[in-house]
T-cell receptor, first 115, second 111 residues
Framework: EAGVVQSPRYKIIEKKQPVAFWCNPISGHNTLYWYRQNLGQGPELLIRYENEEAVDDSQLPKDRFSAERLKGVDSTLKIQPAELGDSAVYLC?????????????FGPGTRLLVL | KQEVTQIPAALSVPEGENLVLNCSFTDSAIYNLQWFRQDPGKGLTSLLLIQSSQREQTSGRLNASLDKSSGRSTLYIAASQPGDSATYLCASGGGADGLTFGKGTHLIIQP
C-alpha cells in the first residue's frame, strides 16, 4: 500500500514569491493534516480536513496561507507571498478517522527554503 | 494549551545499551500518546500508539509506557543498535485535534 505522497520534496524560492505544496493521502483516509516543522522543533498543526471540509484552521496564517482539498482526496497548501520565516518542512499526514485514536501517517515532507 | 516536553534533548550511548527517553505533558485529558521516529530529511514514522486507557505498548525492542495522572510517558529501547540513531518525537492526541509534539530527543548510538 502506498503511503502519503508529497511533492515537491524540496523548493527554493525568493521572498515574496508564491509556492504550493501537494499531498496525496493514503487511499481511504478521510482526515488530512498539514503540519509545519521548524528546525529543531516538533511539527505544529496548520490545518485539518475531514473529507473536503476544513474543520480546524485556527493555526493557519490566513493572510498569506491557503489550503484546499478538492473532492476530499488530494490537498494543496499555498503560500503567497512567501517570507523568510516560512522556511521550514511542511508535512502532510492522514488518518482513517477524525479523532485522535487513530494513528496518523506522515509523508516525507516538502523542505522549503525562502531566500 | 497542551505543552509537551522531551528530556533529554540529545543522547549518545554505546551500542548494546538499554536506554529510556522521557516525555511529559501538561494536560492529562489526552486521547492517546504516540511515539514517532524521524530520520534526517525524512518524514515521521509511527512507532507506538498508547490509548488513554492503556498503560503500555510493546513492539520488538521498544516499550512505551503512559502515566496520565503524572503526565508522563517513557520510551524504552532495549539492546540499542546503530540503526536506532534518529530523532524520537512524542506527541499527545487531544481528541479531534491534531497532535501536539515535543521537540524531540536526538539519539546517537555509537558502534
Amino acid at each position: 500500500e502506498a503511503g502519503v505522497v508529497q511533492s515537491p520534496r524540496y523548493k527554493i524560492i525568493e521572498k515574496k514569491q508564491p509556492v504550493a505544496f501537494w499531498c496525496n493521502p493514503i487511499s481511504g483516509h478521510n482526515t488530512l493534516y498539514w503540519y509545519r516543522q521548524n528546525l529543531g522543533q516538533g511539527p505544529e498543526l496548520l490545518i485539518r480536513y475531514e473529507n473536503e471540509e476544513a474543520v480546524d484552521d485556527s493555526q493557519l496564517p490566513k493572510d498569506r496561507f491557503s489550503a484546499e482539498r478538492l473532492k476530499g482526496v488530494d490537498s494543496t497548501l499555498k503560500i503567497q507571498p512567501a517570507e523568510l520565516g516560512d522556511s521550514a518542512v511542511y508535512l502532510c499526514a492522514s488518518s482513517l478517522a477524525a479523532h485522535s485514536r487513530e494513528t496518523q501517517y506522515f509523508g516525507p515532507g516538502t523542505r522549503l527554503l525562502v531566500l | 494549551k497542551q505543552e509537551v516536553t522531551q528530556i533529554p534533548a540529545a543522547l549518545s550511548v554505546p551500542e548494546g545499551e538499554n536506554l529510556v527517553l522521557n516525555c511529559s505533558f501538561t494536560d492529562s485529558a489526552i486521547y492517546n500518546l504516540q511515539w514517532f521516529r524521524q530520520d534526517p530529511g525524512k518524514g515521521l514514522t509511527s512507532l507506538l500508539l498508547i490509548q488513554s486507557s492503556q498503560r503500555e505498548q510493546t513492539s520488538g525492542r521498544l516499550n512505551a509506557s503512559l502515566d496520565k495522572s503524572s503526565g508522563r510517558s517513557t520510551l524504552y529501547i532495549a539492546a540499542s543498535q546503530p540503526g536506532d540513531s534518529a530523532t524520537y518525537l512524542c506527541a499527545s492526541g487531544g481528541g479531534a485535534d491534531g497532535l501536539t509534539f515535543g521537540k524531540g530527543t536526538h539519539l546517537i548510538i555509537q558502534p
